[in-house]
């Protein structure tokens, strides 16, 4: 999410791709962030879909639990 600043890392040695505020895990869905606390919501999307173009396993997310096994793929799935 856009909110002034934007992080999202990911760690060489871990391979961890951390997502910051771009999007959530409730833990039973991965879901955008909160449009109401973005200033640029296409913005936000738009660097979710940068992290497929990198190679990471597990998610963490700073919004939610991290995802340890076939993280990529989860977030794949929810991106496309």
């Known amino acids: ?3 002034g600043v934007q992080t999202c890392a990911l ?3 871990s391979q961890t791709l951390i997502t910051g ?3 959530f895990n409730f ?3 991965i879901a955008w962030s909160l449009s109401a606390f973005c ?3 296409n913005q936000s999307k738009e660097t979710a879909q940068r992290f497929l173009d990198l190679d ?3 998610v963490a997310f700073t919004h939610g639990p ?4 076939k ?3 989860k977030l794949k799935n929810f991106l496309r």
Request: aromatic share 12%.
């Open 71 to 73: 993280g990529k793929d």
């Open 21 to 23: 505020d771009s999007v």
């Open 27 to 29: 833990g039973f869905k």
């Open 56 to 58: 990471f396993g597990p």
């Open 1 to 3: 999410c856009v909110t």
């Open 39 to 41: 200033t640029n919501f």
């Open 66 to 69: 991290h995802i340890a096994n």
């Open 11 to 13: 760690p060489i040695s």
